[in-house]
T-cell receptor
Framework: DAGVIQSPRHEVTEMGQEVTLRCKPI?????LFWYRQTMMRGLELLIY????????DSGMPEDRFSAKMPNASFSTLKIQPSEPRDSAVYFC?????????????FGPGTRLTVL | QQQVKQSPQSLIVQKGGISIINCAYE??????FPWYQQFPGKGPALLIA?????SEKKEGRFTISFNKSAKQFSLHIMDSQPGDSATYFC?????????????FGRGTQLTVWP
């Protein structure tokens, strides 16, 4: 299995621009998570989906952030407009409810820099 | 509010020494406690996990100790190696796949000097 795939791996943009991060979960996994990692705040859960439906978006910082999961194999996290404080590494993770353990499989992350 | 509190933030250990990272939680509904390991430039990956029906779980040089009454659990790395240098996250969740999420600690950056 290819694992969780994220793109792009690195993104540099200017303040005010729209940024779209993409994720392809492991085939057969029915949960998908978006995290943000910074030195100051550690690993924060932004939103997670079950069977393509958003379950908890309480971690989404503000209305500038939105996430979608149009089908079981694709999700996007969009920031519009982007701000320098959004600079972080964004991880996507997936898991299956069929496992007895809540193991999440993380992608390699997208390093976002907003100038 | 941090559901899982982790300490220390950073840890420096000499090769061959024991690394110990501690975590504490309040929610007694938690019943699954994994540790994730993250190398620079990579996503976190599951290292070892424990359920509260046992007090200790060992996998190679890695051991989780669990104290249910104190609501604490810790990761011990025996004979620490430079290759163990990474960031370690403890986490907790409730049984039942329907809830899904993990609550992560803030992470501990471990450096093992040769």
């Amino acid at each position: 299995d290819a694992g969780v795939i994220q793109s792009p791996r690195h993104e540099v943009t200017e303040m005010g621009q729209e940024v779209t991060l993409r994720c392809k979960p492991i085939s057969g996994h029915d949960y998908l998570f978006w995290y943000r990692q910074t030195m100051m705040r550690g690993l924060e859960l932004l939103i997670y989906f079950n069977n393509n439906v958003p379950i908890d978006d309480s971690g989404m910082p503000e209305d500038r952030f939105s996430a979608k999961m149009p089908n079981a194999s694709f999700s996007t996290l969009k920031i519009q407009p982007s701000e320098p404080r959004d600079s972080a590494v964004y991880f996507c993770a997936s898991r299956t409810s069929g496992s007895s353990y809540n193991e999440q499989f993380f992608g390699p992350g997208t390093r976002l820099t907003v100038l | 509010q941090q559901q899982v509190k982790q300490s220390p933030q950073s840890l420096i250990v000499q090769k061959g020494g024991i690394s110990i990272i501690n975590c504490a939680y309040e929610n007694t509904a938690f019943d699954y406690f994994p540790w994730y390991q993250q190398f620079p430039g990579k996503g976190p990956a599951l290292l070892i996990a424990i359920r509260p029906d046992v007090s200790e779980k060992k996998e190679g040089r890695f051991t989780i100790s669990f104290n249910k009454s104190a609501k604490q659990f810790s990761l011990h790395i025996m004979d620490s190696q430079p290759g163990d240098s990474a960031t370690y996250f403890c986490a907790a969740s409730t049984r039942g796949s329907t809830l899904g999420r993990l609550y992560f600690g803030r992470g501990t950056q471990l450096t093992v000097w040769p």
